[in-house]
C-alpha cells in the first residue's frame, strides 16, 4: 500500500471505516489522505441546521460548500486519527448530486496517487451478502487501484 484514501461522510457507520484505514496507514508508514464528498442536499441540511444552533447562540454561520466539505474531512482527523502515529491530508469536494460522487472520489484518488480507497457499502443482506449502492459500485468497477469496503 502506497497511499490509500479514506472516504468519510456524516454517519456514525463510518467510524468503522477510518478507523481501519488509520491502522493499515499507521502500520504501513504511509499517508492518508481523508475526503469527503458533500451534495448540495447534504450540503443545504447541514447549513441550516448550523445556522440554527449560530442563532440560538447568537453568532452567525456562513461558509461555502467546498469549505464545509474541507472542514468535516479536517474533523474526521482530529476526531478519529489524533492517536494514530500517521500523516494525514484533509480533503473536501463539493458535487451537485449523489450522481456525481463516484467520479469525485475517483478524481481524488488519481490525483493524490492514492492506490487503495476505503469506502461504505449500503448494508448486508440478510445472508450476510454485501450490498453496494451505486457510488460504491461505480467506484469498485471505474478505480484502477483496491477498494475496500465496508457494509455493516
Do not use: W
Request: charged share 30%; glycine share 6%; with cysteine.
Amino acid at each position: 500500500m502506497d497511499r490509500p484514501l479514506v472516504v468519510t461522510d456524516s454517519s456514525d457507520r463510518v467510524v468503522d471505516v477510518i478507523e481501519e484505514a488509520g491502522e493499515l496507514a499507521e502500520l504501513s508508514g504511509v499517508p492518508l489522505t481523508v475526503l469527503t464528498v458533500v451534495t448540495e442536499e447534504e450540503y443545504q441540511n447541514d447549513a441550516e441546521v448550523l445556522g440554527a444552533i449560530a442563532d440560538m447562540e447568537g453568532s452567525s454561520y456562513s461558509v461555502e460548500p467546498a469549505t464545509y466539505a474541507q472542514e468535516v474531512a479536517e474533523t474526521a482527523i482530529t476526531d478519529l486519527l489524533t492517536d494514530r502515529d500517521v500523516e494525514t491530508e484533509a480533503v473536501g469536494r463539493y458535487v451537485d448530486d449523489d450522481s456525481d460522487r463516484a467520479d469525485a472520489i475517483i478524481e481524488v484518488a488519481e490525483e493524490r496517487g492514492c492506490d487503495y480507497v476505503f469506502l461504505l457499502g449500503r448494508r448486508r443482506s440478510p445472508t450476510g451478502k454485501a450490498i453496494f449502492g451505486d457510488t460504491a459500485q461505480a467506484v469498485i468497477l471505474n478505480f484502477d487501484g483496491y477498494v475496500v469496503t465496508t457494509a455493516r
